[in-house]
């Protein structure tokens, strides 16, 4: 079954930093676009970032720009979302999502970020 | 990059058809045929139920529809179920290679 488990999240100052990895499995992950979205508590989604088959292409929403950083290593079928200078804002679950025609066909479970003080 | 319009809620009794309005611009919505729509029930992940519009992914009910006017997308739900009961999202490609979501709509069975 093809499963995308993410991780790294928690709780963090404001200014702070964190790692998100996503692990990914059964399927032939350097064939995909990969993704990052957040959904605050109780409010809607939001798209965050995505990532070409190679990692040669990174896209970013605008509030985003600048402080995190979207990667990928094929050989170890996983994607990463290095967060810095973390906000109140940026509080939310954080979603790996696969990429397919431009939709985003399989996504993890999610993983918790906390900023505050 | 502003989110997609979409009603806050939307409401039918078991049976019925429901249709969830998404507005975008020339620029997301008008502008390609890479609207997709999630359902998410409380708790829970998203789930794809149509891409390019109005294709349905394997294993999607025949009874969830999209379509596409000017910057305005629709997904129809036919013969409402209770299970359908969920918060529903649209979702576009844009002009800068970006992805923009709509802002969420409830849908309660009555």
């Known amino acids: 079954e093809v499963q995308l488990v993410e991780s790294g999240g928690g709780s963090v100052q404001p200014g702070g930093s964190l790692r998100l990895s996503c692990a990914a499995s059964?399927?032939?992950?350097?064939?995909?676009?990969m993704n990052w979205v957040r959904q605050a508590p109780g409010k809607g989604l939001e798209w965050v970032a995505n990532i070409n088959e190679d990692g040669n292409e990174k896209y970013y929403v605008d509030s985003v720009k600048g402080r995190f950083t979207i990667s990928r290593d094929n050989a170890r079928s996983s994607l990463y979302l290095q967060m810095n200078s973390l906000r109140a804002e940026d509080t939310a679950v954080y979603y790996c999502?696969?990429?397919?025609?431009?939709?985003?066909?399989?996504w993890g479970l999610g993983t918790m970020v906390t900023v505050s003080s | 990059q502003s989110a997609l319009t979409q009603p806050a809620s939307v409401s039918g009794s078991p049976g019925q058809s429901i249709t969830i309005s998404c507005i975008g611009t020339s620029s997301d919505v008008g502008g390609y045929k890479y609207v997709s729509w999630y359902q998410q029930h409380p708790g829970n992940a998203p789930k794809l139920m149509i891409l390019d519009v109005s294709d349905r992914p394997s294993g999607v009910s025949n009874r969830f529809s999209g379509s596409k006017s000017g910057n305005t997308a629709s997904l129809t739900i036919s013969g409402l179920q209770a299970e359908d009961e969920a918060d529903y999202y649209c979702s576009s490609y844009t002009y800068s290679s970006t992805y923009v979501f709509g802002t969420g709509t409830k849908v309660t069975v009555l």
């Open positions: 059964e399927f032939t992950f350097n064939f995909f676009w």
């Open positions: 999502a696969r990429g397919w025609r431009s939709a985003f066909d399989t």
